[in-house]
Nanobody, 117 residues
Framework: QVQLVESGGGLVQPGGSLNLSCAAS????????MGWYRQAPGKERELVAS??????????NYADSVKGRFTISKDNAKNTVDLQMNGLNAEDTAVYYC????????WGQGTQVTVSS
């Protein structure tokens, strides 16, 4: 059974930082593209950052809105993918979802990130 379990969300002040982590089980983690998506109220789900599997060079991709502020990293030994978020602002408020894709696609349950003073 495939599971993606996110952690690390919460409330943070503008300019602050958070680290999201996703623990995966039940998949051949190292070959999967892992990513973080987010969905704000009234908006469509959007890609935040992704990192391909080892067979595709572990390449990273970021939404323009988070480039230079967010960093995605993948630990193939621990089956985890992290999203380090710095310089957070109110527009980053959303539910963040962990994603795994290769021959099939899987989603985590989501974790809320709220940026507010």
């Amino acid at each position: 059974q495939v599971q993606l379990v996110e952690s690390g969300g919460g409330l943070v002040q503008p300019g602050g930082s958070l680290n999201l982590s996703c623990a995966a089980s039940g998949i051949m983690f190292m070959v999967y593209t892992m990513g973080w998506y987010r969905q704000a109220p009234g908006k469509e789900r959007e890609l935040v950052a992704s990192i391909t599997g080892v067979t595709r060079g572990s390449r990273t991709n970021y939404a323009d809105s988070v480039k230079g502020r967010f960093t995605i990293s993948k630990d193939n030994a621990k089956n985890t993918v992290d999203l380090q978020m710095n310089g957070l602002n109110a527009e980053d408020t959303a539910v963040y979802y962990c994603y795994a894709g290769w021959n099939k696609q899987y989603w985590g349950q989501g974790t809320q990130v709220t940026v507010s003073s």
